[in-house]
Protein backbone atom coordinates (compact mmCIF):
# COMPACT_ATOMS: atom_id res chain seq x y z
CA UNK A 1 0.00 0.00 0.00
CA UNK A 2 1.56 3.39 -0.92
CA UNK A 3 0.53 6.35 0.51
CA UNK A 4 0.73 9.72 -0.65
CA UNK A 5 1.92 12.77 1.07
CA UNK A 6 -0.32 15.58 -0.02
CA UNK A 7 1.65 18.86 -0.46
CA UNK A 8 -0.53 21.91 -0.96
CA UNK A 9 0.73 24.33 -3.39
CA UNK A 10 -0.85 27.32 -1.82
CA UNK A 11 1.60 30.34 -1.30
CA UNK A 12 1.02 31.08 1.79
CA UNK A 13 1.06 27.52 2.94
CA UNK A 14 4.32 27.00 1.60
CA UNK A 15 5.57 30.40 3.38
CA UNK A 16 4.68 28.48 6.73
CA UNK A 17 6.51 25.96 5.90
CA UNK A 18 9.66 27.61 5.36
CA UNK A 19 9.01 29.67 8.24
CA UNK A 20 8.87 26.74 10.38
CA UNK A 21 11.89 25.03 8.79
CA UNK A 22 13.86 28.41 9.30
CA UNK A 23 13.04 28.36 13.36
CA UNK A 24 13.83 24.88 13.60
CA UNK A 25 16.94 25.91 12.12
CA UNK A 26 17.42 28.52 14.63
CA UNK A 27 16.81 26.26 17.49
CA UNK A 28 19.07 23.89 16.38
CA UNK A 29 21.92 26.81 16.35
CA UNK A 30 20.68 27.37 19.55
CA UNK A 31 21.59 24.19 21.12
CA UNK A 32 24.72 23.68 19.40
CA UNK A 33 25.66 27.19 20.70
CA UNK A 34 25.20 25.91 24.15
CA UNK A 35 27.47 22.53 23.70
CA UNK A 36 30.03 25.53 22.65
CA UNK A 37 29.78 26.90 25.69
CA UNK A 38 29.61 23.88 27.65
CA UNK A 39 32.97 22.41 25.58
CA UNK A 40 34.87 25.53 26.11
CA UNK A 41 33.95 25.54 29.53
CA UNK A 42 35.42 21.78 29.63
CA UNK A 43 38.92 23.61 27.99
CA UNK A 44 39.46 25.94 29.68
CA UNK A 45 39.34 24.22 33.25
CA UNK A 46 41.69 21.45 31.89
CA UNK A 47 43.62 24.35 30.83
CA UNK A 48 43.96 26.21 33.94
CA UNK A 49 44.34 23.13 35.48
CA UNK A 50 47.58 21.73 33.50
CA UNK A 51 49.28 25.28 33.30
CA UNK A 52 48.83 26.49 37.20
CA UNK A 53 49.91 22.85 37.94
CA UNK A 54 53.28 22.95 35.89
CA UNK A 55 53.44 26.34 37.10
CA UNK A 56 53.80 25.29 40.58
CA UNK A 57 56.23 22.42 39.64
CA UNK A 58 58.35 25.12 37.84
CA UNK A 59 58.38 28.64 39.65
CA UNK A 60 59.91 31.34 37.30
CA UNK A 61 58.11 29.54 33.69
CA UNK A 62 57.45 31.70 31.32
CA UNK A 63 54.20 31.68 31.21
CA UNK A 64 53.34 32.41 34.67
CA UNK A 65 54.28 34.75 37.78
CA UNK A 66 57.18 33.67 39.94
CA UNK A 67 54.70 34.77 43.05
CA UNK A 68 52.38 32.38 42.45
CA UNK A 69 49.45 32.55 45.62
CA UNK A 70 48.19 29.16 46.25
CA UNK A 71 47.98 29.74 49.80
CA UNK A 72 50.07 26.62 52.59
CA UNK A 73 51.37 24.14 50.19
CA UNK A 74 55.06 22.47 50.07
CA UNK A 75 56.95 22.50 46.69
CA UNK A 76 55.54 20.79 43.57
CA UNK A 77 52.02 20.62 45.32
CA UNK A 78 48.85 22.92 45.13
CA UNK A 79 45.61 23.23 47.46
CA UNK A 80 43.71 24.25 44.73
CA UNK A 81 40.26 22.44 45.05
CA UNK A 82 39.87 20.82 42.10
CA UNK A 83 35.90 20.65 42.98
CA UNK A 84 36.00 24.63 42.65
CA UNK A 85 37.74 25.09 39.42
CA UNK A 86 34.91 23.88 37.43
CA UNK A 87 32.30 26.25 38.77
CA UNK A 88 34.34 29.42 39.01
CA UNK A 89 35.45 28.88 35.46
CA UNK A 90 32.08 27.86 34.27
CA UNK A 91 30.81 31.34 35.34
CA UNK A 92 33.62 33.05 33.70
CA UNK A 93 32.36 31.49 30.25
CA UNK A 94 28.73 32.52 30.50
CA UNK A 95 29.53 35.55 31.01
CA UNK A 96 32.03 36.03 27.94
CA UNK A 97 30.37 33.39 25.35
CA UNK A 98 26.70 33.38 26.27
CA UNK A 99 26.54 36.78 24.15
CA UNK A 100 23.89 37.69 21.71
CA UNK A 101 26.38 39.70 20.19
CA UNK A 102 28.53 36.60 19.28
CA UNK A 103 25.64 34.44 17.70
CA UNK A 104 23.84 35.33 14.55
CA UNK A 105 20.71 33.76 15.10
CA UNK A 106 19.97 35.21 17.71
CA UNK A 107 19.80 38.84 16.49
CA UNK A 108 16.43 39.76 15.71
CA UNK A 109 17.13 42.00 12.82
CA UNK A 110 18.41 38.65 10.69
CA UNK A 111 19.09 39.76 6.98
CA UNK A 112 19.09 36.75 4.64
CA UNK A 113 19.69 38.68 1.84
CA UNK A 114 23.95 38.90 1.77
CA UNK A 115 26.27 37.87 -0.80
CA UNK A 116 28.27 34.41 0.12
CA UNK A 117 31.55 36.65 0.71
CA UNK A 118 29.82 38.76 3.30
CA UNK A 119 29.05 35.20 5.33
CA UNK A 120 32.48 34.14 5.02
CA UNK A 121 33.37 37.48 6.74
CA UNK A 122 30.56 37.12 9.78
CA UNK A 123 32.15 33.23 10.40
CA UNK A 124 35.82 34.50 10.32
CA UNK A 125 34.53 37.69 12.42
CA UNK A 126 32.77 35.25 14.64
CA UNK A 127 35.43 32.97 14.89
CA UNK A 128 37.89 35.98 15.81
CA UNK A 129 35.77 37.10 18.12
CA UNK A 130 35.52 33.37 20.02
CA UNK A 131 38.77 33.26 20.04
CA UNK A 132 39.46 36.50 21.72
CA UNK A 133 36.93 35.78 24.37
CA UNK A 134 39.01 32.42 25.02
CA UNK A 135 42.22 34.31 26.10
CA UNK A 136 39.76 36.71 27.89
CA UNK A 137 38.58 33.51 29.62
CA UNK A 138 42.04 31.96 30.25
CA UNK A 139 43.54 35.64 31.72
CA UNK A 140 40.71 36.21 34.07
CA UNK A 141 40.49 32.17 35.33
CA UNK A 142 44.51 32.14 36.01
CA UNK A 143 43.46 35.10 37.86
CA UNK A 144 41.13 33.41 40.59
CA UNK A 145 44.57 31.41 41.53
CA UNK A 146 47.20 33.83 42.01
CA UNK A 147 48.35 37.13 43.72
CA UNK A 148 50.15 39.32 42.04
CA UNK A 149 52.49 42.34 43.33
CA UNK A 150 51.77 45.25 43.10
CA UNK A 151 54.64 46.83 40.28
CA UNK A 152 55.15 43.86 38.51
CA UNK A 153 56.57 43.60 35.79
CA UNK A 154 54.27 42.62 32.60
CA UNK A 155 54.61 38.97 31.39
CA UNK A 156 54.56 38.97 27.80
CA UNK A 157 52.08 35.74 27.65
CA UNK A 158 49.58 38.33 29.42
CA UNK A 159 48.60 41.72 28.30
CA UNK A 160 46.39 43.71 30.95
CA UNK A 161 43.23 45.21 30.63
CA UNK A 162 40.45 47.14 32.10
CA UNK A 163 39.45 44.14 34.69
CA UNK A 164 42.08 41.85 34.29
CA UNK A 165 44.70 39.74 32.31
CA UNK A 166 44.31 38.71 28.64
CA UNK A 167 45.98 35.37 27.47
CA UNK A 168 48.05 36.94 24.34
CA UNK A 169 49.61 33.44 23.43
CA UNK A 170 48.22 31.66 20.43
CA UNK A 171 45.35 29.63 21.48
CA UNK A 172 44.16 26.27 20.04
CA UNK A 173 40.55 25.36 20.68
CA UNK A 174 39.66 21.49 21.61
CA UNK A 175 38.91 19.66 18.87
CA UNK A 176 35.49 19.41 20.44
CA UNK A 177 35.17 23.29 20.62
CA UNK A 178 36.43 23.09 16.16
CA UNK A 179 33.74 20.73 16.26
CA UNK A 180 31.24 22.59 17.30
CA UNK A 181 32.49 25.76 15.76
CA UNK A 182 31.83 23.97 12.26
CA UNK A 183 28.61 22.61 12.97
CA UNK A 184 27.39 26.19 13.99
CA UNK A 185 28.79 26.91 10.88
CA UNK A 186 27.06 24.80 8.78
CA UNK A 187 23.86 25.31 9.66
CA UNK A 188 24.23 28.89 9.41
CA UNK A 189 24.56 28.45 6.14
CA UNK A 190 21.02 26.48 6.02
CA UNK A 191 19.60 29.44 7.95
CA UNK A 192 21.28 31.76 5.70
CA UNK A 193 19.37 29.68 2.25
CA UNK A 194 16.00 29.15 4.32
CA UNK A 195 15.87 33.01 5.05
CA UNK A 196 16.35 33.98 1.65
CA UNK A 197 13.62 31.46 0.36
CA UNK A 198 11.59 32.68 3.00
CA UNK A 199 11.57 36.43 2.02
CA UNK A 200 11.19 35.69 -2.01
CA UNK A 201 7.98 33.26 -0.78
CA UNK A 202 6.87 36.53 1.05
CA UNK A 203 7.54 39.13 -2.04
CA UNK A 204 5.85 36.71 -4.12
CA UNK A 205 2.91 36.87 -2.11
CA UNK A 206 2.75 40.49 -1.56
CA UNK A 207 3.22 40.54 -5.46
CA UNK A 208 -0.47 38.27 -5.76
CA UNK A 209 -2.11 40.29 -3.64
CA UNK A 210 -1.35 43.34 -5.44
Given at each position: ?93 EAQLNRDDYWIHRNALFQP ?57 FVRFSDEMTASLNRYFAML ?22
Open positions: MVIETFISDDPREKLNRTRERFEAAREKMELETLVFIEVTKQFASEWIQREIEMAVRSPGSANFPENLSFGDRNPGETNLDLKELHPKISEIVDISRDYLEFKKEKTRKELTSSVRIILGRATEIFWTLEEGEPENKAWVKEPGGRKYACEELFILGHEMKQEMLSLEGKKA
